[in-house]
């Protein structure tokens, strides 16, 4: 069964602080990796979508790489703003379905 | 190109009644699956639907079905609630095993 894990659960940072934050997971045997940004009571936005076969993506300021054979992705958000303030979520895909982990809510003071 | 859209937004049931879902996904888009997110238990997979043929369910009991249309529109159904049934549902599309694109949820509260 597929396990998830995000560290740390919790983040505050200063305003324009690089964020770094961790997912790993227990089976290699995805199709993809996601990550998602949830504000409260919303539903999901994604973020960007990394496949098996590549080991990194960016999109503005956020980074993504994923090493599939170490079961590790790092979601990396360059000088965070107030506006960065949510929970990420990063999930993989196997067999039509996604498995999440639990997040890491930040916090970006102004 | 519109987003996800899932009626209602919002419910309010009491228990031992029955619930009906509605998920419309991207338009082009043939795979629907749903997701169940509480505080104590995070997002939980419930299903998913391509092409009117459920290729995959996780690990709820019956009550939890779902169905989807030649439309690819897309229904769960929860009967005889119970108070844990209490949650945001959330509905996915893709298109094949591309990114997935969330809709706003309904939240179901349980009395």
């Known amino acids: 069964k597929q396990e998830v894990t995000q560290i740390p659960a919790a983040l505050s940072v200063p305003e324009g602080e690089n964020l770094v934050l961790n997912c790993s997971f227990t089976?290699?045997?995805?199709?993809?990796l996601q990550w998602f940004r949830q504000d409260p009571g919303k539903g999901l936005t994604s973020l960007l979508l990394i496949q098996s076969s590549q080991r990194e993506q960016t999109s503005g300021r956020l980074n993504a790489s994923l090493d599939k054979s170490s079961g590790r992705s790092t979601l990396y958000i360059a000088a965070s703003q107030p506006g960065d303030s949510a929970t990420y979520l990063c999930a993989v895909l196997e067999d039509y379905k996604l498995s999440f982990g639990a997040g890491t809510t930040v916090t970006v003071r102004a | 190109k519109a987003g996800v859209t899932q009626t209602p937004r919002y419910l309010i049931k009491t228990r031992g009644q029955q619930v009906t879902l509605s998920c419309s996904p991207i338009?082009?888009?043939?795979?629907v699956s749903w997701y169940q997110q509480t505080p104590g238990q995070g997002l939980q997979f419930l299903f998913e639907y391509f092409s009117e043929t459920q290729r995959n369910k996780g690990n709820f009991p019956g009550r939890f079905s779902g169905r989807q249309f030649s439309n690819s529109r897309s229904e769960m159904n929860v009967s005889t609630l119970e108070l844990g049934d209490s949650a945001l549902y959330l509905c996915?599309?893709?298109?094949?095993?591309?990114?997935?694109?969330f809709g706003p949820g309904t939240r179901l509260t349980v009395l």
């Open positions: 338009s082009g888009h043939r795979s």
């Open positions: 996915a599309s893709s298109y094949g095993t591309d990114t997935q694109y």
């Open positions: 089976d290699s045997a995805i199709y993809n």
